[in-house]
């Protein structure tokens, strides 16, 4: 898809000078498909103006792939550790990709994967590469959310043997938060930084497609004692007694493992009731995207309760959201995933919400690469 962009006529204040030049586009809106990396609201976007350069900054969170089957989450490399998404690009003032001339790629992902599910990483390292050549977005106006995508082609790294005959799309939602002062305007002639949540995705290698007869899409949120529903929650942290294990799930011909947290049935110790909690209620939005109905539906999560209360079937277009409240005492990243069916196709939506440390003055020996969790 070309994209379109129009930018306003300059007006002449009173004091003869000239109004910031204000960018327009459209979302590039690219049809996705497994395999998926997805990244929490820890993430964060920025642009420099005067290298005019936007980078993103975050850390993948999971991956799901039904072919080959790999449902995993991302850890840190086997030797330093190591567990990032870097992308780093350049726009012209109209926020129009400016091809890289340098030999390094505008997207890393670094990390290590157990493919097979036997504890052990199968893959560490650089686990993707690529170069951006679409940047699509869309600004929420004062107090609205902004909206980013990308297409990246010729990729390499360990994972790209998942993408043959493929190109990348990052979708990335920039949820309004006061954390951040200087949020995305649709301007590119000044410095901005703002909240990153998203995924990235495999998409058709052309801009023309018909889309999928099954597929859907899925929005994760949480809520702190009752508050508004947000893309990133924060609590105090104290200590929990939870911990996680590997669940075995079945869906269809398919059989894979999930990393739950919670109790596993065994019994709460003493100490447990000297650490306080702190309510925090999920909802699970899902959307069928697809061009047919949608059946079999099976949401799962990273608690080791089941989710219930959610229809098994969808019609085309239709929505529903369920919710559930889990008492908490330290940050987790939760992984939701929602699988359907549609005749022999299965289709797959994941997203990841983020339960963090309340923000505070930030220490001297703080971890915190992507500056949330203290003042900016």
């Not at 989710?307 to 529903?320: E, H, K, N, R």
Request: a negative charge; hydrophobic letters at 35%.
């Amino acid at each position: 898809m070309k994209l379109q962009h129009s930018i306003p006529a300059l007006c002449l204040a009173a004091s003869m000078s000239l109004t910031p030049t204000i960018s327009q586009a459209t979302l590039l809106e690219l049809t996705t498909d497994l395999p998926t990396i997805t990244f929490s609201a820890a993430g964060m976007i920025d642009f420099n103006a005067a290298s005019s350069t936007v980078t993103v900054s975050t850390e993948p969170s999971n991956i799901f792939s039904l072919s080959p089957l790999i449902t995993a989450n991302i850890m840190g490399t086997s030797i330093e550790d190591i567990k990032d998404i870097s992308i780093t690009f350049q726009v012209d003032t109209n926020g129009t990709v400016i091809p890289n001339d340098i030999n390094l790629p505008d997207l890393v992902v670094n990390g290590s994967i157990d493919t097979n599910g036997d504890g052990i990483a199968d893959l560490s390292g650089v686990l993707l590469t690529a170069e951006v050549s679409q940047f699509g977005f869309s600004d929420g106006g004062v107090g609205g959310d902004d909206q980013f995508d990308l297409r990246l082609n010729n990729i390499s790294g360990l994972l790209s043997y998942l993408y043959t005959g493929s190109d990348l799309a990052v979708n990335i939602a920039s949820k309004n938060t006061t954390e951040y002062t200087t949020p995305f305007s649709g301007n590119f002639n000044a410095d901005w930084t703002a909240q990153a949540k998203g995924s990235i995705d495999s998409t058709a290698s052309t801009t023309t497609g018909t889309g999928d007869n099954c597929s859907l899409k899925l929005a994760a949120k949480c809520s702190v004692n009752g508050g508004p529903f947000k893309d990133k929650c924060r609590i105090k942290v104290t200590r929990s007694v939870n911990h996680w294990e590997q669940h075995d799930i079945s869906y269809n011909t398919h059989d894979f493992q999930m990393s739950k947290y919670g109790m596993h049935e065994y019994t709460v110790p003493a100490w447990a009731a000297n650490y306080p909690t702190t309510e925090v209620t999920f909802k699970y939005t899902v959307t069928n995207t697809g061009s047919t109905p949608a059946t079999n539906i099976l949401i799962e999560d990273s608690f080791d309760t089941a989710v219930t209360g959610y229809p098994t079937s969808l019609a085309v277009d239709d929505s529903f959201s369920v919710t559930r409240s889990v008492d908490l005492s330290e940050s987790i990243e939760n992984d939701v995933t929602v699988l359907g069916s549609n005749n022999n196709e299965t289709c797959v939506a994941n997203d990841v919400i983020v339960v963090k440390d309340k923000l505070r003055e930030r220490k001297k020996h703080d971890d915190d690469d992507f500056k949330d969790k203290g003042n900016h």
